[in-house]
């Protein structure tokens, strides 16, 4: 029996499941670069060169290792820019008996893999995706009956089973969780590693010929082009990152700085959700460097809370709540999203230098994206559905199964709280603790109102009071609300009219 193996865009890894009993004899491999997937969006050329370059060096690894190798690039006139369609044409020429394909992370094209076997007139096996450590149907058997699906109890679960990070049955350093040693600001004295970086190749500079040609409208540029594309660079990168970040890592996660866009972050998040990187492999690594005294554990609990806990719990939810996941929007948001996130032309200046390191580099940190993009997403009341497709669009690490939870859950609330135990909300003051930011600002975060004033000041403000009948029982935000109950109806009111003017011009699209 001759199976053909499908080998979808972030599946770039000799493990997949889809090659577990591969016959170098008989079978073959169909990877296929379509366009569809890169024009359903005005995503990032970066992260288009980024997807296209790691699939192209991947199939000259397994053609080079004996694998018959069935690649389709974009602008290969054979490509009919639907796998079905290959498929067939494959199955006639080849003499394909039976396909077989590992579970896509993508709801919308897991629904279209199920209608293969009815197009193509074979057999098509379609095998657990062993990219991840959780499966979808354990996350679903753990979700079930539960009221809330709160990340810290399934973290503690995943611990206990691959025993990472246990002292006996206990956690190693006492506590769970130290995301309260995680929030420094950066120390001024600190010194940055310069972050990892690797010069195109011949292959590579053909692919950014090609994004510029077929996507010249896209978001960004294809300029300075310094991210890994193969399994070495990846693992170098990993490896760079246990040796010179990690130690920091901890302690500054939640910092920002307008100088530095990389600070001490793994940067490995596209690796590992395009399977050059295996999650078990840098939960290895980071546990090693902990028991040698390497880093602290506040550094390493951190670092291997964001992969074993929250990419395995975001992809667990997206599956267990989707299709509806998309529509939700809870808060009833229905402010459009401003062109600033575009253009970058704004005189907010934390949100205008996260705009331009993502513009720039198709990457920002977890707390730009959550505290600056998404809280400002959030308090102005901006619609979910835009706000998640310029996510999905910009970011090279950005798949719908990590964006949308993120997204709806964790930045804008839409969910009404199936993720987050509240809104993930802010005034100007966090922002200035966290960032050096505030200080070269047209607006003054010490203002709370009027023209002058940060706009993150009387959003909050603004957001809560319209947003009462939803959320003043929510008991994280007790203090919150009493301190609004507390405000003079004059205060109220000057925060109420600043927000309703701010938010005017944004329909007007005035440069605010």
Known sequence: MRNLCVILADQLNQEISS???????????????????????????????????????????????????NYLKLNDPNNEDSYASIILDLIGKKGIDRVIVTESS?????????????????DVEIRKNDLFMCDKQEFEEWATGRKELRLEFFYRMLRKKYDVLMDGEKPEGGAWNFDKNNRKPLAKKVSIPKNYSCTPDKETENVINLVNNEFPDHFGSTGDFIFGVTRYE????????????????????????????????????MYLNNGLLLPK?????????????????NSVEGFIRQILGWREYVRGLYWLKMPNYRALNDL????????????TKTKMNCLKISIE??????????????MILGNFALIAGIRPKEVNEWFLSVYADAYEWVELPNVSGMALFADGGIMASKPYA????????????????????????????CPFNYLYWNFLDRNRKKLSSNTRLGLAYRNLNNMPDSQLSLVNESAQNFLSAILKDEEI
């Open 106 to 122: 993508s709801y919308d094209e897991m629904k279209s893999i199920k209608q293969w076997q009815k197009i193509i007139g074979r």
């Open 19 to 69: 090659l577990n009993d591969f016959n170098k004899d008989l079978d073959e491999i169909l990877i296929c670069e379509l366009k569809k997937n890169f024009n359903d969006n005005n995503h990032h050329k970066k992260k288009i060169v980024y997807q296209i370059s790691c699939m192209r060096h991947f199939g000259i690894e397994m053609d080079a290792l004996g694998f018959k190798i």
């Open 357 to 370: 390191n993502t513009k720039d580099n198709a990457y920002s940190h977890h707390i730009q994206r959550l």
């Open 332 to 343: 009833a948001a229905e402010v459009p999203l401003p062109s600033f996130y575009w253009n």
């Open 426 to 453: 802010s005034s100007g003051a966090y922002i200035n603790r966290m960032s050096n930011y505030c200080k070269d600002c047209h607006y003054d975060v010490k203002e709370k109102v009027g023209k002058n004033a």
């Open 234 to 269: 990846a693992l170098k990168a990993l490896n760079q990152f246990i040796e010179e970040r990690l130690t920091y890592f901890g302690d500054y996660q939640d910092a920002m700085n307008a100088e530095d866009p990389w600070l001490f972050h793994s940067h490995l998040s």
């Open 281 to 297: 492999e840098c939960i290895e690594l980071a546990e090693k460097a902990f028991h040698k005294s390497k880093a602290p554990i």
